[in-house]
């Protein structure tokens, strides 16, 4: 069965650093999701794309975090400089078109910063 | 931010008994959708209702959802200690059906 493909699965880095997430969704999945999971706490909606360009990033702090997925295909996530509170699990998700259907999850990226 | 809010936040049964959980969402849907999310793993999707739908039914899962008072109610039977995990309700909304989640109710099944 097709996979949402995260890397790494774990990151640890230390606070003012750069960090990138990367993933690739279901091949022809046209929706791409970033979320951030904190702990005992539900996912939060980051980013999401449809085909290559950002349908909804009003939750992204655009100080720091910047989201790119330039062919529409699979996607980058950058957080610089890394602070302490962004320590969480960062989830993508994909879905095979726009509106009303299912999410596929990735196992997640867990981000550590000291 | 938060759309739904689950309602118990943490449930322990014993192997075999029904388990219920409730989320709440404050503004208009498309669609509501359950999750499970098993420890430090990504969400896998359960069941998906429309609004214009009130119950569904998926193998030992039943959903309800009520649009007048901004509810739904998911219901296993029979439960088993592998349904041990987390589970979220997420809101489909607006024309880019933004998918939003709740907080999360943690089920322990006791075997």
């Known amino acids: 069965e097709a996979e949402v493909a995260q890397s790494p699965r774990y990151k640890i880095t230390e606070k003012s650093q750069a960090v990138a997430f990367w993933c690739d969704p279901i091949s022809g999945h046209a929706t791409l999701y970033w979320y951030r999971q904190i702990l005992g706490q539900g996912p939060e909606l980051l980013v999401q794309f449809q085909d290559e360009s950002v349908v909804d990033d009003s939750q992204l702090p655009k100080d720091r975090f910047s989201a790119e997925r330039l062919k529409g295909v699979d996607s980058t996530l950058k957080i610089q400089p890394a602070e302490l509170g962004d320590s969480a699990m960062y989830l993508c998700?994909?879905?095979?078109?726009?509106?009303?259907?299912?999410?596929?999850f990735g196992s997640g990226t867990q981000l550590s910063v000291l | 931010s938060q759309q739904g809010e689950e309602d118990p936040q943490a449930l322990s049964i014993q192997e075999g008994e029904n388990a219920t959980m409730n989320c709440s969402y404050k503004?208009?849907?498309?669609?509501l959708q359950w999750y499970r999310q098993n420890s430090g793993r990504g969400l896998v999707h359960l069941i998906l209702?429309?609004?214009?739908?009130r119950e569904k039914h998926s193998g030992r899962l039943r959903v309800t959802l009520d649009t007048s008072k901004k509810s739904s109610s998911l219901l296993i039977t029979a439960s088993r200690a592998a349904d041990t995990a987390s589970y979220f309700c997420a809101t489909g909304a607006g024309g880019y059906q933004k998918v939003t989640f709740g907080i999360g109710t943690k089920l322990q099944v006791i075997p």
């Open positions: 209702i429309r609004s214009n739908e």
């Open positions: 998700a994909s879905s095979l078109r726009l509106g009303g259907e299912k999410l596929f």
């Open positions: 503004t208009s849907i498309n669609n």
